[in-house]
């Protein structure tokens, strides 16, 4: 798959998240930065191999936000590998820091995607 594919898909699997997406106005993510932090979810997946504590940085200077994406944990789930992801995520403007956690598994396909 080539990675210009992968971004795609990665991208659709974003919007599933909600707490991603925000408007720059209101000091979330701005489009940029879910671009950033696909990208550096696409390296995590990608991985190989891939362990507990293995991360990617992002940041973004023209927002001045800037995240972590970490493997917290190895598992299989219907026969198919996955990991679970800890988002961290810092922003310029005047919000706490946040967290989240996201599970992943590769398809029979060989595409990851988020487990519902």
């Known amino acids: ?3 210009a594919a992968l971004l795609i898909g990665m991208s659709a699997s974003f919007a599933q ?3 991603f997406r925000s408007s720059r106005e209101s000091g979330g993510l701005s489009k940029a ?3 950033m932090l696909s990208a550096a979810t696409g390296r995590v997946n990608n991985m190989d191999p ?3 504590g293995d991360a990617e940085d992002w ?3 023209d927002s001045g936000n800037s995240g972590k994406v970490t493997v917290t944990r190895l598992f299989r789930s219907g026969g198919l590998a996955c990991h ?3 988002y961290d995520f810092s922003f310029k403007a005047q919000r706490p820091p946040r967290t989240y956690a996201v599970d992943w598994c590769k398809t029979k396909a060989g595409e990851w995607k988020i487990k519902s």
Do not use: E, F, Q, Y
């Open 59 to 61: 940041s973004n200077p």
């Open 1 to 3: 798959m080539t990675a």
């Open 33 to 35: 930065d879910v671009d």
């Open 84 to 86: 679970g992801l800890r």
């Open 17 to 19: 998240i909600n707490p």
């Open 50 to 52: 891939i362990h507990v």
